[in-house]
């Protein structure tokens, strides 16, 4: 009984560290640029200046789509590097942008991708400039405010004093916040 058992335990952990041991040899992605091979710093170059503060994650992804940069063709390795020159020079806000862009545009069907896309080359240059500046956004991290909320749309705590004269005029509701799409709670003044 006792080698049934020393034997199960040897072959379930031996593929589990043979596993870990392929896997640390193909994704090096927690140590520097200077651990990648030859053709991953070919593949990866525009990143280079970049890529100690890409996350884990990310370094990931950006190896796996490396595997395949010497099976592509010049021209479309051409265009691998230019499109990750263009990522890496985004600002965190401007990657979340077109993150969301990306999300939105994907959920359309292939009509109406054809439909915006036509509509929007007929615009005159004048009037592309204006959509652009129409669709600037000013994405702000979750944890900041752009500026601080009105008196009559902050909400009481149970428990904390209130002012008497506040007391009892107005009645919490929950509205959705039309910038973040996250339920928030707001005090309606009674009677309106």
């Known amino acids: 009984m006792g080698w049934g058992i020393a034997t199960a335990q040897n072959t379930s952990t031996s593929p589990t560290s043979s596993i870990a041991s ?13 651990s990648l091979t030859a053709e ?18 990310q370094k990931n ?8 940069f010497d099976h ?17 020079s985004l600002s965190p806000q401007q990657r979340a942008q077109a993150r969301l862009t990306f999300n939105e545009t994907k959920s359309l069907g292939a009509d109406e991708k054809k439909t915006q896309w036509e509509a ?13 500046a129409q669709q600037k956004t000013g994405i702000q991290g ?3 405010a752009s500026q601080a909320p009105p008196p009559g749309k902050v909400i009481r705590l149970p428990g904390k004093s209130t002012p008497a004269a506040e007391s009892g005029k107005s009645t919490p509701a929950i509205v959705i916040d039309k910038k973040t799409l996250l339920p928030t709670t707001v005090a309606i003044p009674e009677g309106t």
């Open 40 to 57: 991953q710093k070919k593949a990866l170059a525009p990143l280079a200046p970049h890529w100690a503060q890409i996350s884990v994650a």
């Open 142 to 144: 979750a944890a900041t």
């Open 72 to 88: 592509l063709s010049s021209k479309e390795q051409a265009t691998l590097h230019e499109r990750m020159a263009n990522w890496a």
């Open 120 to 132: 929007y080359q007929a615009l005159s240059p004048d009037e592309k400039k204006k959509l652009a």
């Open 61 to 68: 992804k950006w190896l796996a789509i490396s595997n395949n």
């Open 22 to 34: 392929v896997a640390t040899t193909q994704r090096p992605t927690d140590a520097g640029w200077q």
